[in-house]
Structures are given as structure tokens and as C-alpha cells.
């Protein structure tokens, strides 16, 4: 399929609630296929997950990047692309952590959200079949910052943030200061 362009916000499509997927065609298959190839091209920053809204489609449809601890043959870093259709996140953990998050849709931004550890999820793969997720840690907030995207929520609205947004500018010198720290 192809590589498709990411909307920046404040782009009206990134704010709005995306309908369900009804059918799962060609029309499905063709989403998920140019949503995986745009979050795999995604370089500085490197994508972990790309929902629909942020290619200019209201559908329910997103894709999540697990990246697995072990290394590849040339040392890369191994990624399971998952496809989430119509997901529903059904449990959610009582241990809740505030971490940055980026957003390929709001470039050189970085905020504080707050985010459930551990996470249960229903969704559909590309066939229609259900299955059921779980995941913790990392890739548990990467599910949830692309399911906030399927529901028209950015992680600068003000029920997600928590105090103001950084530059990369601000967020490269804060990581700096924080290193210099550890060190001592």
C-alpha cells in the first residue's frame, strides 16, 4: 500500500470520536496495511503507534508497537505490530503511573499523563476475528494513548495532561539535568 501523511494537530479529524468498523473488506485491509507502513517509516521520532484519526480516517482502527526485549539478528531491536480494531480496553489495573509521552501528531511536544500499568483489551484483527490483549508497562501505554486517539483525545487536553507540555527543546535539557543527577 503506501506511506500516508499524519495529520498535526490542531486538525479538526484528530478530535473527533471514530466510528466502528462494520465490515471487514478490502477497504479495512487497505487502512490497516498504509497505517502499518506509515508507522514503520516513521524516523525522529520513530513511531510506537498510529491510529486512523491521524491519517484523516474516523474508524476505529489502530496499531500498537510492542517492542520485544530481545535483540534481532543485526542487533535491532524485535517489534510485534499489533492490529486493534474496534478495541475496548476492559480491565485496567489499579497501579497507575505519570510518564512523558510523545505524539507523532503533535511534533516536538512532549506531556506528563497518568496511565494504567496493566491492561485488558477486546478488539478484532483484520479478518474480523476477537481476541483478547494483555499488556503492562510500556506497550499498556501505548494502547491507551492510541485507543484515546480513537475517542478524539490528545495527550494535551486537559483531562490527560498533567501541568504544561515541553518542547523538545525544554524535554532534551530536562533529561540532561536528570542524567547529571544519576551521576552524582
Same mark, same amino acid.
Given at each position: 500500500?503506501?506511506?500516508? *501523511?499524519?495529520?498535526?494537530?490542531? @486538525? ?32 525522529? *521520532? ?23 526485549? +530481545?535483540?534481532?539478528? @543485526? ?23 505519570? #510518564? ?15 496511565? +494504567? ?9 483484520? +479478518? ?7 499488556? +503492562? ?13 480513537? #475517542? ?5 487536553? *486537559? ?24 551521576? @552524582?
Amino acid at each position: 500500500m503506501s506511506v500516508v *501523511p499524519i495529520l498535526i494537530d490542531p @486538525n479538526e479529524y484528530l478530535h473527533k470520536v471514530c466510528h466502528e468498523i462494520t465490515k471487514f473488506d478490502e477497504a479495512t485491509e487497505i487502512l490497516v496495511q498504509n497505517l502499518l507502513d506509515t508507522v514503520r517509516a516513521a524516523k525522529d *521520532p520513530e513511531g510506537v503507534g498510529l491510529a486512523a484519526p491521524q491519517v484523516g480516517v474516523l474508524k476505529r482502527v489502530c496499531i500498537a508497537r510492542d517492542f520485544i526485549d +530481545s535483540k534481532g539478528v @543485526n542487533g535491532d531491536i524485535i517489534l510485534d505490530d499489533k492490529v486493534l480494531i474496534n478495541p475496548v480496553v476492559v480491565k485496567t489495573s489499579d497501579e497507575k503511573e505519570v #510518564d512523558w509521552e510523545g505524539c507523532l501528531s503533535i511534533p516536538d511536544t512532549y506531556a506528563l499523563v497518568k496511565r +494504567s500499568n496493566k491492561i485488558k483489551v477486546e478488539a478484532y484483527d483484520v +479478518s474480523g476475528k476477537k481476541f483478547q490483549l494483555k499488556a +503492562s508497562g510500556f506497550f499498556a501505554k501505548v494502547i491507551q494513548h492510541e485507543i484515546d486517539h480513537l #475517542d478524539g483525545k490528545l495527550i494535551t487536553d *486537559p483531562d490527560r495532561i498533567i501541568g504544561r507540555p515541553l518542547s523538545q527543546k525544554e524535554f532534551d535539557k530536562m533529561l540532561e539535568q536528570q542524567d547529571e543527577q544519576h551521576k @552524582n
